[in-house]
């Protein structure tokens, strides 16, 4: 069911925004760059690459249309913390700073829908890090590609398709070697719950893999 609260929100950042598109593997934002402004994805994906302090880099999302990206750097005035690339081509609404501030400060519904999107990332990191501490690397990749295959997932008869994802970007969304996701997948293909191809992922019965998960949990 969608928020009116939220939609009315998106709809006061498009109008005081200009809208933009990008295309897949296109840098809308770079790490220790000045935030100047706020995205409102409008269709497409982004996903969202961090630099931890041992070198590694995490990968997050991809994140979707209706979704805001890079809104605590401009509201904490300070540079951006992770890079920004575009995921499946799209467009987005850039929003400058100062009207992003300004909105969330007059606008209710804005502020309703900030708040919506930071427990939003609070829920997925605490997520991620019980992940990462509490279950092997298959049962990750699993629950990895289930949600992206939720989130942004093309449905085929009873099939759901999740493109555009290179292995080493699955590897850091799992926090995982590419040879552990390899041994993972092959173990999911064995078990009938995944085709794979070039930038390709192929969930055959979402369900019989959420079983799969719950069984393992």
């Excluded at 904490?76 to 081509?89: C, D, K, L």
């Amino acid at each position: 069911m969608v928020d009116p609260a939220l939609e009315r929100a998106r709809l006061r950042l498009r109008a005081a925004g200009r809208r933009m598109k990008f295309r897949r593997g296109q840098t809308l934002m770079s790490f220790g760059e000045s935030s100047e402004d706020v995205l409102l994805i409008e269709s497409g994906s982004l996903k969202v690459v961090l630099s931890e302090r041992n070198g590694a880099q995490v990968v997050a999302g991809p994140y979707g249309p209706g979704e805001l990206i890079g809104e605590l750097g401009v509201l904490e005035h300070r540079p951006r913390s992770a890079t920004v690339i575009g995921h499946h081509g799209g467009a987005a609404v850039r929003v400058s700073a100062r009207a992003f501030r300004d909105l969330v400060e007059q606008d209710r519904d804005v502020l309703v829908l900030l708040n919506a999107t930071l427990r939003a990332r609070l829920h997925n990191a605490d997520r991620r890090q019980l992940a990462i501490a509490s279950q092997d690397v298959t049962t990750r990749v699993a629950a990895q590609l289930l949600a992206w295959a939720h989130a942004f997932g093309d449905r085929v008869g009873d099939e759901i398709v999740v493109s555009g994802i290179v292995q080493g970007d699955l590897a850091k969304a799992v926090v995982a070697s590419n040879k552990s996701v390899d041994a993972a997948l092959k173990t999911l293909r064995g078990k009938g719950l995944l085709r794979t191809g070039r930038l390709r992922y192929v969930l055959p019965d979402a369900d019989s893999l959420e079983v799969f998960l719950r069984d393992r949990n």
